[in-house]
Nanobody, 126 residues
Framework: QVQLVESGGGLVQAGGSLRLSCAAS????????MGWFRQAPGKEREFVAA????????YYRDSVRGRFTVSRDNSKNTVYLQMNSLEPEDTAVYYC???????????????????WGQGTQVTVSS
């Protein structure tokens, strides 16, 4: 069973930056789609960003576009989320996810993903 392990979360002041990483446990694991979601207390899990296998196609929710950058290194089976200009509203547990289907057209639904990490806490103080 493939495991996704996130790292890089923490406490940061508003306007600061963090870089999240998510590594897959198996070197041969090559998902078509890798994404990041977040869940704040009392709220539903929401899509943040995603990247296709080639790395050339990326997707973002409107509120993070221009501040966050998603990328992946297939040689390391790792996906990254660079978060700049963080705001208190970005506070949440961040989860990475991997989708295997090649024909996925909608990247924001949780149902597009087959594997999930355990999450890493990001707290942005004002």
């Amino acid at each position: 069973q493939v495991q996704l392990v996130e790292s890089g979360g923490g406490l940061v002041q508003a306007g600061g930056s963090l870089r999240l990483s998510c590594a897959a446990s198996e070197r041969t694991f090559s998902p078509s789609l890798m994404g990041w979601f977040r869940q704040a207390p009392g709220k539903e899990r929401e899509f943040v960003a995603a990247v296709r296998r080639s790395g050339s196609r990326t997707y973002y929710r409107d509120s993070v576009r221009g501040r966050f950058t998603v990328s992946r290194d297939n040689s390391k089976n790792t996906v990254y989320l660079q978060m700049n200009s963080l705001e208190p509203e970005d506070t949440a547990v961040y989860y990475c996810a991997a989708g295997l289907r090649e024909d996925t057209t909608l990247v924001s639904p949780t149902g597009a993903y087959d594997y999930w990490g355990q999450g890493t806490q990001v707290t942005v103080s004002s």
